[in-house]
């Protein structure tokens, strides 16, 4: 095990900023996830700590020494890629091997053995890498990544070639594996559903920048950005003018309505403000309390509840409900947004 800090790290490809000013800390034994859209710097910040990759500034610690001058056999680092990276010309147990070819064969057969068991392939030692699935390949190429007893495990995005149910199967063993070993992993995403279900910590990533690092209910619940709000969960999106403030809330003007809202920045009367509230705290009440008029526009049901989409005077929303919701389109609502859930934030141009 091994803690992962980066500080202030820089990495330019000419004048394309991969990764900015980037700070975090991956606690030994924890899993912390990169989440971010495509193209942010995730994989850039991976290939860094790897040793693939030299930054332009900053520095890289792993269990407090600095690796920067380490060539990538000496980091004592794993790492998983998206595209498995198996040889092909090679059966199982030998790829599993690789990375313990100057060790006895004792050794080396007695821990292919132990890491095929680990990750649910016993038994599959003579197969040749082509003959197996794709699920099969990646447990594979995690048992090799394994094999030398890394520090720290890193995975670029390992399950985003798999079909839905295998990747919930897959994310459910890596995560088992991690909390059975653990070892400090790292991994790299651009799925919230993995980063949330699997993560001690999520560091959320946008063009090369850190936006928050925190816990999943932290990042959830609590985004210090509009683009953390924006991206973790689906959430509504209204602008207007704050009439009052106080030391956490504000009071905000949508023109045909005024709503009450948690406030994250700083507001001063007359500011202009951004609110996102996720379509589970947009809540239906009676009409004779304070809150929206709204008629539904269409619903979609999800098994274990029901998406509904609202037609309201500041604009379309979302909300979500338990199970299957009685509405149809034209249906009046009356809705409310929960003021501890509704978030402000200072807009900017």
Request: glycine residues 8%.
């Amino acid at each position: 095990m091994a803690e992962v800090r980066l500080n202030r790290i820089t990495k330019r490809y000419g004048e394309i900023v991969a990764v900015d000013d980037a700070s975090f800390a991956a606690e030994s034994g924890r899993f912390l996830s990169l989440l971010g859209p495509s193209g942010c710097g995730k994989t850039t910040i991976l290939r860094l700590i790897a040793g693939f990759e030299s930054p332009n500034s900053g520095s890289l610690e792993i269990d407090g020494a600095n690796v920067l001058d380490l060539p990538p056999e000496r980091r004592q680092v794993g790492m998983v890629f998206q595209s498995y990276a198996l040889f092909p010309h090679m059966n199982v147990a030998r790829n599993i091997a690789y990375g313990l070819r100057n060790r006895p064969r004792q050794e080396r057969d007695r821990r292919v053995t132990e890491l095929l068991e680990q990750v649910g392939l016993s038994g599959y030692g003579t197969r040749q890498a082509t003959e197996l699935s794709a699920g099969e390949q990646q447990r594979v190429a995690l048992a090799r990544a394994l094999a030398p007893a890394p520090r720290v495990v890193l995975l670029d995005e390992p399950l985003s070639a798999l079909d839905a149910s295998l990747r919930d199967d897959l994310r459910v063993e890596i995560r088992r594996i991690q909390q059975d070993s653990g070892l400090t992993m790292i991994y790299v995403t651009h799925d919230q559903e993995e980063a949330l279900g699997m993560s001690d910590r999520i560091a959320v990533m946008a063009a090369g920048r850190m936006e928050q690092v925190g816990t999943p209910q932290a990042v959830y619940l609590h985004p210090q950005t509009p683009f953390v709000a924006s991206f973790v969960g689906r959430s509504n999106r209204m602008q207007g003018t704050v009439l009052a403030v106080d030391p956490e809330r504000v009071l905000i003007d949508l023109g045909p309505c005024q709503v009450e809202a948690a406030s994250v920045d700083a507001f001063e009367i007359g500011d202009r403000a951004v609110l996102y509230v996720k379509p589970e705290h947009v809540q239906s009440g009676s009409s004779d309390a304070e809150g929206i008029e709204a008629s539904v526009s269409g619903t979609e049901y999800a098994g274990r509840h029901t998406s509904v989409d609202i037609t309201t005077p500041v604009g379309t929303l979302r909300m979500v409900l338990p199970g299957v919701a009685p509405l149809q389109p034209g249906d009046p609502l009356h809705v409310q947004l929960d003021p501890q859930q509704t978030l402000a934030f200072r807009l900017t141009e």
